[in-house]
């Protein structure tokens, strides 16, 4: 099954070197052991619209996040794991590795 690893922050690029490296080094591990499905960082909460195409209509797009919060969602992985324990303790070194709180969901239908 497949999972959704969030990264939560709360500053924008507050990445030191040293926690880019142990990403960078837990990516490796994440493919080596066969983990491995995607990832990235995303921009700055600025940098977000909220698309709203529902009427059919001319979209509404309005500048931001949608949601107003101090924390927000930095980056993720999409890991592939046999069990919800094992993608705990994958989410546990994630979290140990980019030394920020993570939340871990199942990707359904994944």
């Known amino acids: ?10 500053t924008t690029g507050s990445a030191t070197a040293a926690e880019m490296a142990a990403v960078d080094a837990f990516n490796d591990r994440l493919r080596a052991d066969g983990h491995w499905v995607f990832a990235a960082g ?19 797009v309005t500048d931001g996040p949608f949601l107003e919060s101090k924390e927000y969602l930095a980056g993720f992985w999409i890991v592939e794991a046999p069990s919800r324990e094992v993608a705990l303790e994958l989410a546990a070194q994630g979290s140990r590795h980019c030394h920020r709180r993570v939340e871990l969901r199942p990707l359904l239908g994944g």
């Open 42 to 60: 995303l921009g700055a909460p600025a940098t977000a619209a909220v698309v709203d195409g529902r009427s059919g209509a001319e979209p509404l």
């Open 1 to 10: 099954m497949r999972y959704v690893i969030s990264v939560i922050d709360d």
